[in-house]
């Protein structure tokens, strides 16, 4: 009986023991299974660190090398995230930009292996076409935005990759704005900012250079103030509504009065001044040249010629046998311009041979150089401006006219008139 109870007893203490064993294996299994591994955060490519949480440990180790060796992660600790979780920031300018890098994190306490891929740069291609005065740019389908900056300037701007984008459109204008003198830009892509260990972003794309070709230069262009026609040329194009955007091509030597009759005296409407814009026009190979601007004021009314004209007084003088072209008002800056145009001549004004006028002066024409139906021409001579000399750009003024009727003479006087008479 005494053997029974000490058998007894020392199965229930067996017993117990064993009850306390499992408890304390069970206890423990649910220790473990409550303690965190290393946790990755987010990860910022522009400042180049991962955030690290330990969770329930005091030292993380890494491995590059596919865990053959570990080696411990230094990095900013004693921060806290908006929830009051406690990180550290790793920096990671070491890891390679050309290709992915893979890492395994560990910590002192919770062996358990976490890993993420550090993804290589962006791939991104910029090519400018120095013809439309656009980009061409080739990068991957979720980079939805590109940074640009000029070499010598170290600040980047932000603009959409979507061209009918305002922002886009306003970048090419100021692209075009750099295009007077030329210039070298920068590009890259920015970062899409790694979460998580799932999701890791990616880096900004390499910087890429971009030359912009400057504009060639405007062409020279100038008006004939004799003929009113310019040096145009087939390979220009011109506008007078700069805003509008619309070019017209030009033709070889084209007339004022085509390019800009608002500045000439006729018509319903009073002559007003006109701006007129040329450039060398666009074709496959090259891009429209810079602009040449130039302003032309309206043109003045016609000089007062006549028989008692306040300009010139056109007269027989019976006693000569001439009829005298007498300029009143004619000076070196008021000078005066007069064409001859007989008969059997046909007034063209850009072929008309003007004589200019330059003082108070009498002009004496015959009868065998000016026969009856002459019609004498007169006007104000046009001048282009001359800023050290303080003279005004100004047109011809529109002409005048007088038709020349001799007075019947005896046949003495007149062969008199005609062999005496010059020009």
Same mark, same amino acid.
């Given at each position: 009986?005494?053997?029974?109870?000490? !058998?007894?007893?020392?199965?229930?203490?067996?017993?117990?023991?064993?009850?306390?064993?499992?408890?304390?294996?069970?206890?423990?299994?649910?220790?473990?299974?409550?303690?965190?591994?290393?946790?990755?955060?987010?990860?910022?490519?522009?400042?180049?660190?991962?955030?690290?949480?330990?969770?329930?440990?005091?030292?993380?180790?890494?491995?590059?090398?596919?865990?053959?060796?570990?080696?411990?992660?230094?990095?900013?600790?004693?921060?806290?995230?908006?929830?009051?979780?406690?990180?550290?920031?790793?920096?990671?300018? @070491?890891?390679?930009?050309?290709?992915?890098?893979?890492?395994?994190?560990?910590?002192?306490?919770?062996?358990?292996?976490?890993?993420?891929?550090?993804?290589?740069?962006?791939?991104?291609?910029?090519?400018?076409?120095?013809?439309?005065?656009?980009?061409?740019?080739?990068?991957?389908?979720?980079?939805?935005?590109?940074? @640009?900056?000029?070499?010598?300037?170290?600040? @980047?701007?932000?603009?959409?990759?979507?061209? *009918? *984008?305002?922002?886009?459109? %306003?970048?090419?204008?100021?692209?075009? *704005?750099?295009?007077?003198?030329?210039?070298?830009?920068?590009?890259?892509?920015?970062?899409?900012?790694?979460?998580?260990?799932?999701?890791?972003?990616?880096?900004?794309?390499?910087?890429?250079?971009?030359?912009?070709?400057?504009?060639? *230069? %405007?062409?020279?262009?100038?008006?004939?103030?004799?003929?009113?026609?310019?040096?145009?040329?087939?390979?220009?194009?011109?506008?007078?509504?700069?805003?509008?955007?619309?070019?017209?091509?030009?033709?070889?030597?084209?007339?004022?009065?085509?390019?800009?009759?608002?500045?000439?005296?006729?018509?319903?409407?009073?002559?007003?001044?006109?701006?007129?814009?040329?450039?060398?026009?666009?074709?496959?190979?090259?891009?429209?040249?810079?602009?040449?601007?130039?302003?032309?004021?309206?043109?003045?009314?016609?000089?007062?010629?006549?028989?008692?004209?306040?300009?010139?007084?056109?007269?027989?003088?019976?006693?000569?046998?001439?009829?005298?072209?007498?300029?009143?008002?004619?000076?070196?800056?008021? %000078?005066?311009?007069?064409?001859?145009?007989?008969?059997?001549?046909?007034?063209? !004004?850009?072929?008309?041979? @003007?004589?200019?006028?330059?003082?108070?002066?009498?002009?004496?024409?015959?009868?065998?150089?000016?026969?009856?139906?002459?019609?004498?021409?007169?006007? !104000?001579?046009?001048?282009? %401006?001359?800023?050290?000399?303080?003279?005004?750009?100004? !047109?011809?003024?529109?002409?005048?006219?007088?038709?020349?009727?001799?007075?019947?003479?005896?046949?003495?006087?007149?062969?008199?008139?005609?062999?005496?008479?010059?020009?």
């Amino acid at each position: 009986m005494k053997r029974k109870i000490v !058998l007894l007893t020392a199965f229930f203490m067996m017993l117990f023991l064993f009850a306390g064993i499992k408890a304390d294996i069970a206890a423990s299994a649910e220790e473990e299974e409550t303690e965190k591994p290393v946790e990755i955060g987010s990860t910022d490519y522009e400042n180049l660190v991962i955030k690290l949480y330990p969770n329930d440990n005091s030292i993380i180790y890494m491995s590059v090398d596919n865990r053959k060796t570990w080696i411990e992660v230094i990095g900013a600790s004693g921060t806290e995230d908006g929830n009051g979780r406690p990180y550290i920031e790793m920096d990671i300018s @070491w890891a390679s930009t050309t290709s992915n890098v893979k890492i395994y994190f560990k910590g002192n306490n919770v062996k358990t292996e976490t890993s993420c891929t550090l993804p290589k740069q962006n791939s991104f291609k910029v090519k400018f076409d120095k013809v439309s005065g656009d980009f061409t740019m080739t990068a991957d389908a979720d980079i939805k935005n590109f940074y @640009w900056r000029k070499a010598s300037d170290s600040t @980047w701007n932000l603009v959409p990759m979507d061209k *009918s *984008s305002e922002e886009y459109k %306003a970048f090419l204008k100021l692209v075009e *704005s750099l295009r007077f003198k030329g210039a070298k830009l920068v590009f890259r892509t920015g970062q899409i900012a790694g979460t998580d260990a799932e999701n890791m972003g990616s880096r900004p794309s390499k910087e890429v250079n971009v030359s912009i070709s400057k504009f060639s *230069s %405007a062409p020279s262009i100038k008006l004939n103030y004799t003929k009113l026609t310019f040096n145009t040329k087939a390979t220009m194009e011109y506008t007078t509504d700069i805003n509008s955007g619309v070019w017209i091509p030009c033709e070889k030597g084209m007339g004022l009065d085509v390019i800009a009759p608002q500045v000439f005296v006729g018509g319903a409407e009073a002559a007003k001044p006109a701006t007129i814009y040329f450039r060398t026009a666009q074709t496959e190979k090259r891009a429209a040249s810079l602009i040449k601007s130039i302003t032309i004021p309206a043109q003045k009314g016609s000089p007062t010629i006549g028989e008692k004209g306040k300009d010139v007084t056109i007269a027989e003088n019976e006693t000569t046998g001439k009829f005298e072209l007498t300029f009143n008002t004619a000076s070196a800056e008021n %000078a005066f311009e007069y064409c001859v145009i007989t008969p059997s001549k046909t007034f063209e !004004l850009t072929k008309a041979k @003007w004589k200019t006028i330059k003082k108070e002066k009498t002009v004496n024409l015959t009868q065998k150089n000016a026969p009856d139906g002459t019609v004498i021409y007169v006007r !104000l001579k046009g001048t282009a %401006a001359n800023e050290k000399k303080n003279i005004e750009e100004r !047109l011809p003024s529109a002409y005048a006219t007088f038709t020349i009727k001799w007075k019947e003479k005896t046949e003495t006087n007149e062969g008199k008139a005609d062999k005496s008479g010059k020009n």
